[in-house]
């Protein structure tokens, strides 16, 4: 007794033994993709199938009602080989020379009419070619994947980072002994080993192996709560304890796990089908493997009791998946209505929040590239667009931390649409694509942050020493007119102390950073900060000149003036912005800080001589008070 | 040098025209074509014998119909073109010159 398959060839129904079916399977597949390559390729099968149908209708007289392997067998010696069909064509005599050469074991026989899943292995090594099949540019991406036996996906995603990186100098490295000088534009180089590729590698029309089909699903013969873990795990491939305990882990992680769990039970369908089943677990859907899930399904009729310790503690999940999937079941009508209900209200929260995170980035990038046109804030990013270019790096930096947050942002947004319409909407495909442009924005990321801190990782200090000579007897402090753009960054101190020199000195220190440390120095030096003495009164600028520094690197000013003891002066309000560890730390309020009050070093520090606390009576306080008892300015 | 690999070569050409040839006599049905070429020893499988008309087919030196039959799928009933024929003509030029030379060649001892 033999099974047998009902196939249909040409609008003919044929009953087939299931070995014939596999074998004629075989053929017509290895035929198809002989064929693939050929402008009409269609129309060539379908005459081959329509003839094969004639041969097998011959074949069914007498009453006979089965079409036997060896009919099959006897179709294939007279339609043909896919060695023959080679002997014939101009391009591949050597192909055909090759496999009249080959002698007519029992094994060749049986894979004659198949193209070796390794076709290059009989040639003793793999050969790199172009894919024409599976090209978008030029099929070298595709014929390397082809060739390293991994996803075109990867080697084409190597190829656009490449294409990006922009520029990639090696003096950044100090590791290297001597001195390297060397700019590499690495996205050329890839360019032009691209087009190198394309010219010398030889196209080759091979259709790319068949991916296997693989899908995620919900698993129902391995389920705790609704499948998802045992899915993913058949998906991935991996042991379905490691996909339970990361969503037990990620629900310690701010809830996420519980999220995704949702998600992912809602959108993935169950796998009900053998085919189904099979697609889960990735394979081929051929007779064999569904016949081998059959077998496995029927020889484990119960699922295999879990050991104990496994069962204790994925108890309290089953409990809850019982409970979910009993309250379903209990309520009924309303219940289900709850339960979209809330389906919808959840994935009505993923899409907004989704949709949040997707404009974030977008928003961050608008008002990026304003502030680069708006001339005001040049600093920010060099001289554009000439130092941009030959940097490239805040530019890069900016869209890949954008493209990182707004990818997860468009994910959670199809997934709240998914959510709510209960259809999966990201596709494997896509889902990896997009996948892959993150990852890729983050090695951008990780690529050119190093680069950013290196141009910061040296600090260099530039000290600069001045005697100032205000004239009069009471010397004002003021603050310089206010630049509206930049005062919030507080890059200019100043600290005033007292000393028992007899001239006032202004001491500079320019700090910057650098990728080196003369590097650092050199940018300090180009600080340039105004101050001013006329007459009485001495005037600092509250602000450091950006638009005269080629970077931005961190600059900053930190300026002491030394006053001599007991010369007094007027700190004007203006100076509150700026000044540092002058009025606290002396134990006076900001409210003291008026053109009103007169103040002076002594050995003990700052004094107040005009305001009206008399909190400070050291001794000699006392002696500077006492000074200044008859003083024209405290008369008033 | 293998002489397959000559042999090929020399019966591809002769291949086409023999087709044409065989369709120039009137509409004839694929298979049997196939008899006619197997018989001659020119074919082997049938299955090298669709790509070849589906070439003479796209170069619009013959052209089908369809015919129903009332056993199995239908059938295509190719024809000679005008073109096909003008064709054939130029090849028939040529293979009589060809067995010609040949002739005087390998009748020399």
């Not at chain 1, 017509?28 to 099968?45: A, G, M, P, W």
């Not at chain 1, 360019?191 to 196209?203: E, G, H, N, R, S």
């Not at chain 1, 468009?410 to 494997?428: D, F, K």
């Amino acid at each position: 007794m033999k099974k047998t398959i009902s196939i249909n060839i040409s609008g003919i129904l044929f009953h087939i033994e299931e070995d014939g079916y596999d074998h004629l399977k075989k053929y017509l597949e290895s035929i198809n993709k002989h064929f693939s390559h050929y402008e009409d390729n269609q129309e060539i099968i379908k005459d081959i199938e329509n003839r094969i149908a004639e041969i097998f209708l011959s074949n069914l007289k007498n009453n006979k009602q089965v079409i036997t392997a060896e009919n099959v067998d006897r179709l294939i010696e007279k339609m043909g080989t896919i060695a023959d069909f080679k002997a014939v064509e101009e391009e591949k005599p050597a192909a055909a020379e090759q496999s009249q050469e080959e002698p007519d074991n029992s094994d060749s026989e049986f894979y004659k009419y198949i193209t070796p899943p390794h076709e290059d292995a009989g040639k003793g090594y793999k050969k790199l070619t172009r894919l024409e099949r599976s090209k978008i540019l030029g099929g070298v991406c595709a014929g390397l994947a082809h060739y390293l036996a991994i996803d075109p996906l990867w080697t084409r995603l190597v190829a656009i980072l490449l294409l990006f990186s922009g520029e990639f100098s090696l003096r950044n490295f100090d590791f290297f002994p001597w001195d390297w000088n060397i700019h590499v534009s690495l996205g050329w180089w890839a360019v032009l080993a691209y087009i190198v590729l394309w010219v010398i590698l030889p196209v080759s029309y091979e259709e790319p192996e068949d991916k296997k089909i693989k899908k995620l699903y919900r698993n129902p013969d391995d389920r705790v709560i609704g499948g998802v873990s045992s899915g993913l795990a058949a998906y991935f491939k991996i042991e379905v304890l490691w996909a339970r305990l990361a969503f037990v882990g990620l629900i310690f992680a701010g809830g996420a796990g519980l999220v995704i769990y949702l998600i992912l039970w809602i959108i993935t369908p169950v796998a009900k089908s053998i085919t189904e089943r099979i697609k889960m677990k990735g394979g081929e859907i051929t007779l064999s493997s569904i016949e081998n899930t059959i077998i496995a399904n029927r020889q484990t009729p119960e699922p295999p009791i879990p050991p104990q310790n496994k069962k204790t503690w994925l108890a309290p999940f089953r409990f809850l998946g019982d409970i979910i999937n009993g309250l379903g079941k209990a309520l009924g009508p309303f219940g289900r209505f709850v339960l979209d209900v809330i389906r919808v209200a959840f994935g009505l929260l993923i899409f907004i929040i989704g949709v949040v995170v997707t404009l974030t980035p977008l928003a961050f990038l608008g008002v990026y590239f304003e502030l680069i046109i708006n001339d005001g804030f040049l600093y920010m990013i060099d001289n554009v667009p000439i130092e941009m270019i030959s940097e490239s790096l805040p530019i890069w930096l900016a869209i890949a931390v954008s493209v990182a947050v707004f990818i997860p942002g468009l994910i959670l947004t199809l997934l709240g649409i998914s959510v709510i319409i209960r259809r999966s909407l990201i596709e494997s495909r896509f889902g990896l694509v997009t996948f892959g442009i993150w990852l890729l924005s983050i090695m951008v990321c990780a690529f050119q942050i190093p680069k950013t801190v290196a141009e910061f990782k040296d600090q260099g200090k530039f000290t600069k020493e001045t005697v100032l000579d205000p004239k009069g007897s009471v010397f004002i402090l003021q603050g310089g007119d206010r630049e509206q753009t930049m005062d919030e960054l507080e890059l200019v101190d100043i600290q005033l102390r007292g000393t028992a020199d007899s001239t006032i000195r202004l001491v500079q220190d320019f700090k910057s950073q650098g990728s080196s440390r003369t590097d650092a120095i050199e940018n300090a030096k180009a600080i340039q900060y105004d101050y001013s003495v006329k007459d009485s009164i001495l005037t600092f600028s509250r602000t450091l000149e950006f638009a005269s520094m080629a970077k931005f690197r961190g600059q900053n000013l930190y300026q002491t003036l030394h006053i001599p003891y007991n010369r007094p002066f007027v700190m004007d309000k203006s100076m509150i912005s700026i000044l540092r560890n002058t009025i606290y730390s002396n134990g006076y309020k900001l409210k003291d800080v008026t053109k009103h009050n007169y103040w002076v070093f002594n050995e003990d520090g700052l004094l107040c001589l005009s305001c009206n606390d008399e909190h400070k009576q050291s001794q000699a306080d006392s002696l500077s008070r006492l000074q200044f008892k008859d003083a024209f300015f405290l008369k008033e | 040098m293998k002489a397959s690999n000559t042999q090929i070569q020399m019966r591809k050409g002769i291949l086409e025209f023999c087709i044409l040839h065989i369709i120039s006599r009137g509409e004839v049905y694929a298979s049997d074509m196939i008899e006619e070429l197997t018989e001659a020893k020119l074919i082997v499988v049938e299955g090298t014998l669709y790509p070849l008309l589906n070439r003479l087919k796209t170069a619009a030196l013959v052209s089908y119909k369809w015919v129903e039959s009332e056993s199995g799928p239908p059938r295509k009933y190719y024809s000679i073109t005008p073109e096909g024929s003008q064709f054939l003509d130029q090849l028939s030029g040529t293979w009589n010159d060809l067995v010609t030379s040949t002739t005087l060649i390998t009748s020399k001892k």
